[in-house]
T-cell receptor, first 113, second 113 residues
Framework: GENVEQHPSTLSVQEGDSAVIKCTYS??????FPWYKQELGKRPQLIID?????GEKKDQRIAVTLNKTAKHFSLHITETQPEDSAVYFC????????????FGTGTRLTIIP | DTEVTQTPKHLVMGMTNKKSLKCEQH?????MYWYKQKAKKPPELMFV???????INESVPSRFSPECPNSSLLNLHLHALQPEDSALYLC????????????FGPGTRLTVT
């Protein structure tokens, strides 16, 4: 089955700086790579995802990149703000036929004011 | 309505009790999921229902019994649990074929005494 590794496990950055979280996956059949944000005591929420036929996707201060050959994908947050503090989970899944999402181990991001 | 609801929010039960967790969504999603989440860990998939039929059981002990009475409701029946089953139980739903875009409920915080 799929195995997703995520680094770092904790990350602290000064407000306004950038944060980068990296993931690797094992199953070459995976073709969707979402990122979920879970604030303390809250539910996980999808913030962005990227598909295997796309190398990069941006949404305001958030960007994701995918290197399908190397089986790497990353989350980039620019101009970080205190409300970005949360646990971020990367994940991998295939499309139709397997309704399963495999999560990475999570990164606790702390923004220092 | 883009929300998944779960009841109860908190549950304390003894090892000999029988209780049920409930989940509801009205987004027309035909895939529904149960996850277990321990502190500082990613959600761990337990069960997946597709078109109200159990499609994935991640080798969960039989003291957890899922049920999907209709396309909007998902239950998790609990019996003879162990203290190590204490965790946050999350329900989620998605369109079939898009497991990467899941909507999570707020969870039930379960404590087994």
């Amino acid at each position: 089955g799929e195995n997703v590794e995520q680094h770092p496990s904790t990350l602290s950055v000064q407000e306004g700086d950038s944060a980068v979280i990296k993931c690797t996956y094992s199953d070459s059949a995976s073709n969707y790579f979402p990122w979920y944000k879970q604030e303390l005591g809250k539910r996980p929420q999808l913030i962005i995802d990227i598909r295997s036929n796309v190398g990069e996707k941006k949404d305001q201060r958030i960007a994701v990149t995918l290197n399908k050959t190397a089986k790497h994908f990353s989350l980039h947050i620019t101009e970080t703000q205190p409300e970005d503090s949360a646990v971020y989970f990367c994940a991998a899944s295939t499309s139709f036929g397997n309704e399963k999402l495999t999560f990475g181990t999570g990164t606790r991001l702390t923004i220092i004011p | 309505d883009t929300e998944v609801t779960q009841t109860p929010k908190h549950l304390v039960m003894g090892m000999t009790n029988k209780k049920s967790l409930k989940c509801e969504q009205h987004m027309g999603h035909r895939a529904m999921y149960w996850y277990k989440q321990k502190a500082k860990k990613p959600p761990e998939l337990m069960f997946v229902y597709s078109y109200e039929k159990l499609s994935i059981n991640e080798s969960v002990p039989s003291r957890f019994s899922p049920e999907c009475p209709n396309s909007s409701l998902l239950n998790l029946h609990l019996h003879a649990l162990q203290p190590e089953d204490s965790a946050l139980y999350l329900c989620a739903s998605s369109q079939l074929g898009t497991p990467y875009e899941q909507y999570f409920g707020p969870g039930t915080r379960l404590t087994v005494t």
